[in-house]
């Protein structure tokens, strides 16, 4: 077999689960299981990391039934070995999160050998959480752009839904190095054109952009016309200037003349190739409400255990581990330090468990906001 | 105030803690008691602490250091954290030698070894001789021209510090690590098994525990001594027991051991564990719980692992001079520097913590 046929392989099956998710194709339990378990057992030969899990765990994959079988690997992993089935010659992207506290040098790194799979998850996805039926729509960002930010996960994404409503966005965040700026006035300016032209926008943004955005906001109108929605993503890991999320969805449902269900918080990680949305469009929770997000069919969130990481029971909290299927190359099951709980109607996000080392790319926006002027 | 003054209140500090070591005088008798219902330690680990690792034995060197190391004031507030069970000592012979009149405020959750002291000093004729006075608050009241000694944790320390009047001078010991650097020539079982007792005392929590073993050589010899610090801390565990472990605390191990796993090995003990990183492209600080990131290093390569750690590096433990060692020294400077073995029984010289203050670097092989 050539050197990444088996990859290749893979990333088609997961591909056509995905296509099929798209025409409306229900994604059964049991092939989501036998689809993780032979990207694992690919894995568990390819990348050293997965491999030592399974041996230190006693896993045995081949007999596995079940995706809750396969050892997680810690997000922190991520950036102290590399994680991936492929030499660093076949890499085409590495996305890396923030620096911690720890510095540049201990970033995690989810080196990519192809990001066709990443791309089509994404779009999938976030077509049908964000902007359902659209193909045309004004996108107002509030990240730096991918040719600024290269190995930032999230610019990629963004990036390819701007591509994929028409390539009309106005990116209102400016990276040079470790210091970004945002163009407060240009955001004003983006909203009063779409108000002119009646246009509903697509707002996409950092939780830390937002903050900067609505601490500078003064007496400018950002009101958008109806139809506009917002897509917030990252927490504040506990980092000054802290606001909840609730107060921030309010924030950004008053600025943005947009109803709070149009307030979508989006989950996603460097070390993932899929995201969890606020579902369906946050209808019906209040202001009160922990949001609840929804992984697509592809992804299954579990909260564990913290002294055993074992599964919990539905409701409990617990860690989350995601078993994403479109992590091809890397890791096909991540251990998160994020607490959760997740039942029938979604995943509640219930911040990070104690001493964990902060991270995000939220994080990485407000140390760059932080470095420089504005 | 007189030098005299100055060394003798010390010397009643240390005619107390040498009480308190022999587990037959009364005092000794019932700091054990109450340190193994505070603590957290087993019973074994409070004897430990006390009998090995109290520092009653002082040369006329380390005194006249130790004299020489603090400042001068009337009045002298300590807050106290509940780290290590035996670091009240050497915080109370530091503020008897800068003044008379010295104010204790001890940790709520571990206060035993302050609480006797503080009581037998102020019984003590031959200390208020010396002019000494000593009492024990809840919260310090400061005033110009004093000096407040704070251990815990940085934040803590910036809270104190914040709240403080003019004219009030801090002394600060806040929190860190020790570092072991295992050298190319090293013996790995007579080295691990120095640094067992290094690891043990404490349980690990004290600011000069080791946490982090640094192997030179490749990943195999980081293996190697993995293995054989395992097997050593295995022994030691089994005549001194860690104390109990709670959830919070089980935590933080179940998550450094899964990472250890990923990352190369992770050998679990009843009372301990080691991780090993033989390829380790930054460093793991483990949870203090008898728990040491062993990993391969040079002295090529030993500024990035370090560079993120490195002002929170308290000492280093080596058996001698190294390239490895030489390499650590000249990044971490003011850390005190210790045999492997030793790491854990600083001379009573002054401040345990010489990160801050002009100290200049003790090497002791």
């Not at chain 1, 950092?206 to 903050?211: H, K, N």
Request: overall charge negative; hydrophobic content about 45%.
């Amino acid at each position: 077999m050539l050197p990444h046929a088996e990859s290749d392989a893979l990333h088609a099956r997961v591909q056509e689960l995905i296509e099929a998710y798209v025409r409306g194709v229900a994604i059964a339990p049991t092939d989501f299981d036998a689809l993780a378990l032979s990207i694992a057992r690919f894995q568990a030969e390819r990348v050293p990391a997965l491999g030592r899990l399974v041996r230190a765990r006693g896993a045995f994959l081949v007999q596995a039934a079940s995706a809750d079988e396969i050892p997680a690997v810690p997000c922190d992993a991520f950036r102290l070995t590399r994680i991936a089935a492929h030499d660093a010659a076949s890499d085409t992207r590495v996305f890396r999160t923030s620096g911690t506290t720890q510095g540049g040098a201990a970033r995690g790194e989810h080196p990519m050998r192809t990001t066709a799979t990443y791309e089509r998850a994404a779009l999938a996805f976030g077509e049908a959480m964000l902007f359902p039926g659209q193909t045309n729509m004004r996108c107002l960002v509030l990240a730096p752009r991918e040719r600024d930010a290269p190995d930032s996960s999230l610019s990629f994404m963004i990036e390819r839904f701007v591509e994929r409503l028409g390539d009309r966005g106005d990116f209102h965040v400016r990276a040079n190095g470790d210091v970004a700026t945002i163009d407060d006035d240009g955001v004003a300016r983006s909203a009063a054109e779409a108000r002119r032209e009646g246009e509903p926008v697509l707002v996409m943004g950092t939780s830390f952009a937002f903050v900067h955005l609505l601490d500078a906001r003064g007496s400018r109108d950002l009101s958008l016309p109806a139809g506009s929605r917002v897509m917030q993503t990252g927490g504040f890991k506990g980092r000054s200037r802290e606001v909840s999320a609730a107060a921030l969805r309010e924030a950004l449902a008053e600025a943005f003349g947009a109803p709070l269900s149009d307030v979508v918080g989006e989950y996603g990680m460097t070390e993932l190739s899929s995201q969890l949305y606020e579902g369906p469009r946050a209808i019906g929770l209040s202001s009160n409400d922990l949001p609840r997000y929804v992984a697509p069919p592809w992804m299954r969130v579990t909260a564990v255990s913290p002294t055993t990481l074992a599964p919990l029971p539905p409701g409990e909290v617990g860690l989350a581990r995601i078993v994403d299927l479109a992590n091809v190359d890397s890791a096909i099951a991540v251990q998160t330090s994020d607490r959760v709980r997740v039942t029938e109607s979604g995943v509640e996000l219930l911040g990070r468990e104690k001493g964990a080392t902060p991270r995000g790319c939220s994080l990485a926006m407000d140390d760059m906001l932080g470095a420089g002027p504005r | 105030m007189s030098e005299a003054d100055r060394r003798g209140r010390v010397e009643r500090v240390l005619a107390m803690a040498r009480r308190v070591a022999e587990a037959s005088d009364p005092l000794g008798a019932e700091v054990r008691e109450r340190l193994y219902a505070t603590s957290g330690l087993s019973r074994e680990g409070v004897e430990l602490a006390l009998s090995r690792h109290l520092e009653v034995r002082v040369s006329e060197a380390d005194l006249s250091s130790l004299l020489a190391s603090t400042g001068k004031a009337e009045r002298c507030h300590v807050v106290l954290s509940a780290n290590v069970c035996t670091g009240a000592l050497r915080a109370i012979a530091l503020a008897a030698a800068t003044a008379p009149r010295i104010a204790l405020c001890p940790s709520r959750r571990d206060s035993a070894l302050c609480d006797v002291i503080a009581r037998e000093l102020a019984r003590d004729p031959a200390f208020a001789q010396f002019g000494g006075e000593v009492s024990q608050v809840a919260q310090i009241e400061t005033s110009s021209g004093d000096e407040v000694f704070v251990y815990g944790r940085d934040e803590t320390i910036e809270a104190i510090g914040a709240a403080l009047p003019e004219g009030v001078t801090l002394r600060a010991h806040g929190s860190g690590f020790g570092l072991a650097l295992i050298r190319d020539e090293d013996d790995l079982a007579v080295a691990a098994e120095a640094l067992a007792s290094d690891v043990v005392p404490f349980d690990q929590r004290g600011c000069l525990s080791p946490r982090v073993a640094l192997v030179e050589g490749d990943d195999e010899r980081a293996e190697a001594f993995a293995v054989a610090l395992h097997e050593a801390l295995a022994q030691l565990g089994f005549r001194v027991p860690r104390g109990p472990i709670d959830d919070d605390r089980l935590r933080a191990i179940v998550a450094y051991a899964s990472l250890a796993e990923s990352i190369g090995a992770y050998f679990a003990g009843a009372s301990h564990g080691v991780g090993l990183d033989a390829s380790p492209r930054a460093l793991v600080l483990p949870p203090a719980e008898r728990i040491v990131h062993v990993a391969a290093a040079s002295a090529t390569s030993l500024a990035a692992l370090l560079g993120p750690f490195a002002s929170s590096v308290t000492t280093l433990g080596a058996s001698g001079p190294s390239p490895l060692v030489d390499a650590a020294l000249s990044l971490v400077p003011r850390a005190r520097a210790a045999r492997l073995g030793a790491m854990q029984r600083p001379p009573l010289d002054g401040p345990v913590d010489r990160r801050a203050g002009d100290f200049l670097p003790r090497l002791v092989w």
